[in-house]
């Protein structure tokens, strides 16, 4: 009895040593539905138009074959100009502005910046679309004269 008993045991202790068996992998079904429906929608087409590539974006991507390219940064690997940097028929072409991708200012900043133009005096050189040489300051010849003697 106790000879039996033991090797009931030791078969016991021998089972439980016994790595377990290798888990079968199986492969996920494939799902029944197909294709989801991407968002669409009016108001989702505008801001990815918006949010989309420029002209200029597209003319800066565009690489010539065979070309070295100029380097913007003048490093050794860095950012290219692309075809914006090629010299062309040798007038300047006004870009043509997308009013889907051009940039947006909210009603209240705009709001703020006419008062801003209002209580500080009207236009200034830093609004104002002037070259930056202009200056309110006039010298008559009787100023320059005194300041050049002394």
């Known amino acids: 009895v106790g000879y039996e008993l033991k090797e009931e045991i030791e078969r016991k202790f021998d089972k439980w040593q016994e790595p377990p068996p290798v888990k079968q992998v199986k492969p996920l079904p494939a ?7 991407k968002r669409g929608g009016r108001r989702y087409r505008k801001m990815k ?9 597209k003319q800066a991507n565009r690489m ?19 075809h914006l940097g090629k010299a062309g028929s040798g007038r300047v072409r006004q870009t043509q502005v997308n009013e889907a991708t051009k940039a947006r200012i909210s009603k209240t900043l705009q709001r703020t910046l006419q008062k801003q133009s209002v209580v500080y005096g009207g236009k200034s050189t830093i609004r104002d679309r002037s070259s930056g040489t202009a200056s309110s300051v006039a010298f008559t010849p009787l100023q320059v004269g005194r300041g050049l003697r002394g």
Do not use: V
């Open 31 to 37: 799902p029944l539905d197909g294709q989801r429906k």
């Open 49 to 57: 138009e918006r949010l989309g590539l420029t002209e200029i974006r």
């Open 64 to 82: 010539s074959f065979g070309e070295i390219e100029e380097d913007a940064y003048q490093e050794d690997l860095g950012f290219s100009l692309g």
